[in-house]
Nanobody, 121 residues
């Protein structure tokens, strides 16, 4: 069973910083992709940042230069460092992992429970 557990959300003022953590129940090296999505009220869930098994890193344009995704393989944890936060960043942030298991024709999708990030003065 694969589980992802987020932590680190909270209330922060505009311009502040926050670091989200996502702890996986298995070695994160096994994930084909591991990243963060967010969903704001009235908005669709969007990809924020993603690490791929090939070493690629993707960011949504709105967070480029402000957010940094990283991982610690020894701790089976992926992080999202969020700097220069804006009110528009307010959302529930979800950790996501994708695994292409041998013998399956598609990637399985795994989600954390979500952590609330609120940016407000």
């Amino acid at each position: 069973q694969v589980q992802l557990v987020e932590s680190g959300g909270g209330l922060v003022q505009p311009g502040g910083s926050l670091r989200l953590s996502c702890a996986a129940s298995r070695i994160i090296f096994s994930f084909n992709a591991l990243g963060w999505y967010r969903q704001a009220p009235g908005r669709q869930r969007e990809l924020v940042a993603r690490l791929t098994s090939g070493g690629g890193i993707d960011y949504v344009d709105s967070v480029k230069g402000r957010f940094t995704i990283s991982r610690d393989n020894a701790k089976n944890t992926v992080y999202l460092q969020m700097n220069s936060l804006k009110p528009e960043d307010t959302a529930v942030y979800y950790c996501n992992g994708k695994i292409k298991w041998v013998g399956r024709p598609y990637e399985d999708d795994y989600w954390g429970q979500g952590t609330q990030v609120t940016v407000s003065s």
